[in-house]
């Protein structure tokens, strides 16, 4: 989730269930930005909507989630996403190859040239997708994405996810701002994988899950946000 999408986000909520979903805060480059000068529906906007989402909290997930008709991964989703469905054992996302510690310079801060923002090099994430982007040569595995052409899985943002603790199914949300009872609390049944911006590069390993089981509710400024939906 991009930060433009975040703000669109904001602005189709009442003003105190935006304000309770707001981060309010310029730190690691978040540029999600409140203006009560301009009218209902464009008070909140985003200087690079591109980039990916930070400072947020289970609850803010949980709330955009549900507002989207989404739902938050599980975490063995979040495994076959990153792993892929063949036999056999792979590192990262896009394959065995360590992470390339060659950086540059991109979007007014330094960052790691091929496969994923990591070590602690940027001060913040980099745009969604950034590494299918072509603003520079890249192999198909410098990319970083996954079997399944998924983007992402590794550095950038931590991603909020259910772990394995849950045992209910998750249903899908229903287009309001209440998440269903069948997502758990911060406290119950969520965690985060994949790494972040900050990270060491064992952090960004599909297998890690350091973090699997983090029951930390507030906003954190490398936590970030993946959706998806159960089909029919």
Same mark, same amino acid.
């Given at each position: 989730v991009s930060q433009g999408q975040y703000a669109d986000f904001l602005n189709m909520l009442s003003s105190t269930a935006a304000s309770a979903r707001f981060p309010n805060t310029s730190a690691n480059r978040n540029t999600v930005v409140y203006n009560s000068g301009l009218g209902y529906g464009s008070r909140y906007s985003a200087?690079?909507?591109?980039?990916?989402?930070n400072h947020t909290s289970w609850d803010d997930v949980k709330a955009y989630a549900s507002w989207c008709a989404l739902?938050?991964?599980?975490?063995?989703?979040?495994e076959k996403?990153? %792993?892929?469905?063949?036999?056999?054992?792979?590192?990262?996302?896009?394959?065995?190859?360590?992470?390339?510690?060659?950086? =540059? *310079?991109f979007d007014g801060a330094t960052f790691s040239q091929y496969y994923a923002n990591y070590?602690?090099?940027?001060?913040?994430?980099?745009?969604?997708?950034?590494?299918?982007?072509?603003?520079?040569?890249?192999?198909?595995a410098e990319k970083g994405v996954s079997v399944y052409g998924v983007t992402d899985l590794a550095g950038n943002n931590w991603e909020h996810l259910i772990n394995c603790a849950w045992t209910q199914v998750p249903e899908n949300g229903d287009g309001t701002v209440t998440p269903p009872r069948s997502w758990p609390a911060a406290?119950?049944?969520?965690?985060? %994988?994949g790494g972040s911006w900050i990270c060491a590069s064992s952090l960004?390993?599909?297998?890690?899950?350091?973090?699997?089981? =983090? *029951?930390?509710?507030?906003r954190r400024f490398n936590y970030g946000i993946r959706l998806c939906r159960t089909s029919p």
């Open positions: 200087t690079s909507p591109n980039r990916s989402m739902r938050p991964l599980t975490e063995m989703e979040f996403a990153a %792993r892929g469905g063949g036999a056999g054992t792979i590192k990262y996302p896009w394959g065995n190859t360590e992470p390339s510690t060659s950086t =540059y *310079t070590n602690n090099t940027s001060g913040g994430p980099v745009n969604v997708g950034h590494y299918l982007s072509g603003d520079i040569s890249r192999s198909n406290s119950s049944g969520k965690g985060v %994988r960004l390993r599909v297998s890690d899950r350091t973090l699997a089981g =983090y *029951t930390l509710a507030d």
